[in-house]
């Protein structure tokens, strides 16, 4: 009987065993079946969204995974550039966060000039000696002159690129809480035209605030967060009765002031309120209820922010996206300060900064042309 159980016992274990040898070689069988199209889907976003559109588009006909994963990160448009103006020299850098890369070009035509603005790939800028106020395309060294104008450090901005007869050039300067002086140009014109006007609410202007143009308007951050908009149409100028965006108190510390920057997307007005290591505050404002609503995220939107002029993008390098990124690069030169509003921390970490040891004309971010054959 003992050796009837005995029997027993040991034939069961060697069917476990069996069962257990068997299991390993399906597991090993199936493994050596898979192929690269069973990657992990969090892998190949990872990969697709480091290769180039090319190559990218190329990985998209491996098979339908491949397709979706490839389509869902695949980058349409070209992130704008770092534009650096050395203090002395003609040699000017251009840093491209997307690659990560640097490049250099000569341009003697800026000598003894400040930049004020930037659009659609085009610079404005002021020589202080001259008053000589104009245009370059510094990827086709193209020059469109304006007539002669003292600008002393008041905000600056145009409409969109000088080659449309609807360029306007538009600067605003405030005379006393109450008056602004508002003047506007355009290519082709023999003179600037300048207009006082009232205020309704107090509005101080300074080269610290912003300007963006948007669906016949410029729109004008004050110091103090108050909305100033120029009609294009009717040469009317309002400061609007809507409250600023509300900050943390901590916001509101040494140089504050300085660490805001607004931009237009598709219609929105979008403003960035930063101060020094807490997290950016982002608001859209909504024109018809009146009101800054904060965003919690960009939907996938990339904002480049700098002090003269701030731009959007959308897709762009799926590493890239709904983030912020500042006009500051670390690690000599390889690398921006940016945010990620996914992870809620900047990148590289603990490299935020003080905007107020920043040189406000140091640097600027800048459209590059679609083709960069010629350039690169």
Known sequence: MGGRKRRKVKLLSARVADDKRRTRMNKKAMLEMQTWSDLPLELLHLIFCRLSLEDNIRSSIACK????????????????????????????????????????????????????????????????????????????????????????????????????????????????????????????????????????????SSIWNKIVCCNGFFFCLSLTGWLGVFDLLDRTWNVLSLPPPKCPENFFEKNWWKGKFMLEHNGDILVIYTCSSESPIIYKLHRSNMFWQEMKTLDGMTLFASFLSSHSRTDLPGMMRNSVYFSKVRFFGKRCISYSLDDCRYYPRKQCHDWGEQDPFENIWIEPPEDLSSFI
């Not at 490839?70 to 020299?89: C, D, E, H, T």
């Not at 490049?103 to 659609?120: A, H, M, N, Q, W």
């Not at 690129?161 to 360029?167: G, I, K, L, V």
């Not at 002086?181 to 003179?191: D, K, L, Q």
């Open 65 to 204: 995974r491949w397709n979706t994963a490839a389509i869902s990160v695949r980058v349409v448009n070209q992130s704008p550039w770092l534009m650096y103006f050395p203090k002395f020299g003609n040699m000017y850098e251009f840093y491209d966060p997307a690659q990560r890369k640097t490049y250099s070009l000569e341009l003697p035509e800026l000598y003894g000039s400040r930049v004020c603005y930037t659009k659609d790939g085009w610079l404005l800028l002021y020589r202080p000696r001259t008053n000589r106020v104009f245009f370059f395309n510094p990827f086709s060294r193209e020059v469109v002159k304006l007539p002669r104008f003292e600008l002393t450090y008041q905000i600056v901005a145009f409409s969109c690129a000088p080659a449309f007869n609807t360029c306007v050039v538009f600067t605003v300067r405030h005379i006393s809480p109450t008056i602004v002086a508002i003047s506007t140009c355009h290519p082709g014109a023999t003179e600037w035209v300048t207009v006082n006007y009232q205020n309704r609410l107090p509005f101080v």
